[in-house]
T-cell receptor, first 116, second 112 residues
Framework: GAVVSQHPSRVICKSGTSVKIECRSLDFQATTMFWYRQFPKQSLMLMATSNEGSKATYEQGVEKDKFLINHASLTLSTLTVTSAHPEDSSFYIC????????????FGPGTRLTVL | EDKVVQSPLSLVVHEGDTVTLNCSYEVTNFRSLLWYKQEKKAPTFLFMLTSSGIEKKSGRLSSILDKKELSSILNITATQTGDSAIYLCAVLLGGSQGNLIFGKGTKLSVKP
């Protein structure tokens, strides 16, 4: 099946620094990718929808200037957490919709961000 | 405002029991409804339902969509401890973006 990778799988950074997380569709092209955030023992929260070649659509309450999303190609979307703070520590998951009208989402393995 | 509501929020059963998880939705542009199972990391896709009244089955799991009632159920028969997880319901919206609206999930705990 389709594979989505995320890099890094785990990152620890100091407060105030920026962290970039990559989401790649390895064997298919994805016009749309989603970024989720998960707090421990809670459900996924959709942060934004990333469309190749256009600006991301952010969910209500998500700061677009803090969580920068770039979908520069059909196989890569990046999420940059700018000026990270401890409250940004979380598990970030991306998913990709396949091309040609496919509706199944393929999830990446997630990235654990810890901000000290 | 588009929303997806799942019930119950949590459920504790014993092995062998049958459980029914509920999902209702209010969205402006419905395309499909999806069920996921989440254990540790990223959710695992279970079912996608687009047409009303057609049951989808996979082993002990089955699901059906009722577009008239704007709802779906997920059934798990003969539950096992390995079924313990958070079950997520999500509605895929129509349009070019294909945005997903997630419910809060139902936490299922199956005790031996």
């Amino acid at each position: 099946g389709a594979v989505v990778s995320q890099h890094p799988s785990r990152v620890i950074c100091k407060s105030g620094t920026s962290v970039k997380i990559e989401c790649r569709s390895l064997d298919f092209q994805a016009t749309t990718m989603f970024w989720y955030r998960q707090f421990p023992k809670q459900s996924l929260m959709l942060m934004a929808t990333s469309n190749e070649g256009s600006k991301a659509t952010y969910e209500q309450g998500v700061e677009k200037d803090k969580f920068l999303i770039n979908h520069a190609s059909l196989t890569l979307s990046t999420l940059t957490v700018t000026s990270a703070h401890p409250e940004d520590s979380s598990f970030y998951i991306c998913s990709a919709l396949g091309l040609a009208g496919g509706v199944e989402q393929f999830f990446g393995p997630g990235t654990r961000l810890t901000v000290l | 405002e588009d929303k997806v509501v799942q019930s119950p929020l949590s459920l504790v059963v014993h092995e062998g029991d049958t459980v029914t998880l509920n999902c209702s939705y209010e969205v402006t542009n419905f395309r499909s409804l999806l069920w996921y199972k989440q254990e540790k990391k990223a959710p695992t896709f279970l079912f996608m339902l687009t047409s009303s009244g057609i049951e989808k089955k996979s082993g002990r799991l089955s699901s059906i969509l009722d577009k008239k009632e704007l709802s779906s159920i997920l059934n798990i028969t003969a539950t096992q401890t390995g079924d313990s997880a958070i079950y997520l319901c999500a509605v895929l919206l129509g349009g070019s973006q294909g945005n997903l609206i997630f419910g809060k999930g139902t936490k299922l705990s199956v005790k031996p």
